[in-house]
Nanobody, 126 residues
Framework: QVQLVESGGGLVQAGGSLRLSCAAS????????MGWFRQAPGKGREFVAA????????YYADSVKGRFTISRDNAKNTVYLQMNSLKPEDTADYYC???????????????????WGQGTQVTVSS
C-alpha cells in the first residue's frame, strides 16, 4: 500500500510555471506507475500525465503535451509535474495517483489507479 501527498500548487499568472510534487510513503515506490490527474470546478477528473514504473515511458494528454513534464525520483519517493506556459484553462485541483497495474500502456484512466493523494489547487489567472 502507498500513501500520497501532493504539494506545490498555488496562484500563478498565465504564461508562468509551477512544479507539483507528490511524495509517497513506503519502500516500494519504484514499482508503481504514477499519474497526474486534474479536476476543474464542475467537471470530472481528467488525465494529465503518467510515468511508467520503469521510468522508461511517459504519456501526456494532448492539452498539456509540450508544456508539462512528469518525472520521478525513486530515491526520494517523489513524482513531479513541471508545468510551464500555464493557461487559465489549466486551473484545477491536481491529484497524483499510483498503480501497480502491469497490463497495457498507457495507463491513463482514473479507474486504473488504486491510490490517490488529497490534491493540490492550481489557479492560473489571465
Amino acid at each position: 500500500q502507498v500513501q500520497l501527498v501532493e504539494s506545490g500548487g498555488g496562484l500563478v499568472q498565465a504564461g508562468g510555471s509551477l512544479r507539483l510534487s507528490c511524495a509517497a510513503s513506503g519502500r516500494t515506490f519504484s514499482t508503481y506507475t504514477m499519474g497526474w490527474f486534474r479536476q476543474a470546478p464542475g467537471k470530472g477528473r481528467e488525465f494529465v500525465a503518467a510515468m511508467h514504473w520503469s521510468g522508461g515511458m511517459t504519456y501526456y494528454a494532448d492539452s498539456v503535451k509540450g508544456r508539462f513534464t512528469i518525472s520521478r525520483d525513486n530515491a526520494k519517493n517523489t513524482v513531479y509535474l513541471q508545468m510551464n506556459s500555464l493557461k487559465p484553462e489549466d486551473t484545477a485541483d491536481y491529484y497524483c495517483g499510483a498503480t501497480n497495474r502491469r497490463a497495457g500502456w498507457p495507463i491513463n484512466r482514473e479507474y486504473e489507479y488504486g491510490y490517490w493523494g488529497q490534491g493540490t489547487q492550481v489557479t492560473v489567472s489571465s
